[in-house]
């Protein structure tokens, strides 16, 4: 399976319709590709709080409507990162699209950890309470969104819905690009299974983004690794070793906290 993660630099000037155009024709350009992959809300800068409520859009708003074009004419699975969606009654949530090689919607995401401590996401956005997992032909694959790598539990959810390869969108800040390598790795190790975490490059509101867009295999080792600038990581990998990797080393079987509820 050949994955390609877009490493999308977000730049303030940069108008939004002209970076929905220009990363359209990113992702086209990779028909070679099973799965395309783009960074957290890359249409307005994932630390652009003020910017939110403005460039807002509904579900099938204008991100969605070029992105399902996108992935049908270049013939791929496309997470198309994620959107601030605003929904039917007024509320703003953090929401991943991810498109089938036809054009259609095949899953949509709402973030459920928000980040900021108790001020920009996390008080502007509304939060998510359901893990989505959703099977491609070679895989099945479990969402996820920037600060959730930090829950290892949500991760614990997707594996135990049946996920394999973990797809982690993000806008991660420079300053603690040392968590974003170690947690990829770490979710990877523990839940024995295929990480694919795809950043931002760029500054977003003052916050210098961290890049280095990631591919970890289940036994934690990195297959490939972006820089700090925008570019396309590409990496073929075989689905097929998450369930041998399960059964070399079948630690899952042996968990026992979180299965199920108490005796009393």
Not at 172 to 192: F, G, I, K, M, S
Not at 211 to 223: A, N
């Amino acid at each position: 399976m050949r994955a390609s993660l877009i490493q999308i630099a977000v730049d303030e000037d940069e108008p939004v319709d002209a970076r929905r155009r220009r990363v359209a024709a990113l992702v086209r350009e990779q028909s070679g590709s099973d799965l395309v992959v783009l960074p957290e809300l890359w249409t307005t800068g994932a630390f652009a709080f003020e910017r939110f409520a403005d460039h807002a859009e509904p579900l099938q708003g204008p991100t969605y409507e070029v992105m399902a074009k996108a992935a049908s004419e270049a013939g791929v699975w496309l997470h198309a990162g994620s959107i601030p969606e605003r929904d039917p009654q007024g509320t703003l949530y953090n929401t991943s699209l991810v498109f089938s090689p036809d054009g259609d919607l095949a899953a949509a995401y709402r973030k459920i950890h928000r980040f900021g401590f108790d001020k920009g996401e996390a008080v502007l956005m509304g939060a998510g309470d359901t893990p989505v997992t959703f099977a491609l032909p070679d895989t099945t694959l479990g969402l996820a969104t920037c600060y959730d790598l930090r829950f290892p539990e949500l991760f614990r959810a997707l594996v135990d819905a049946g996920a394999q390869t973990l797809v982690v969108p993000a806008g991660w800040p420079e300053r603690r690009r040392a968590h974003w390598t170690l947690l990829a790795r770490a979710r990877a190790v523990e839940d024995q299974a295929f990480v694919l975490a795809c950043g931002t490059a760029g500054t977003h509101a003052g916050v210098p983004q961290a890049g280095h867009s990631i591919v970890v295999d289940p036994w934690g080792e990195v297959l490939a690794e972006a820089g700090h600038d925008e570019e396309v990581l590409t990496v073929d990998f075989d689905p097929g070793r998450v369930a041998t990797t399960r059964e070399q080393f079948p630690a899952l079987k042996d968990r026992v906290l979180g299965l199920a509820p108490p005796r009393r």
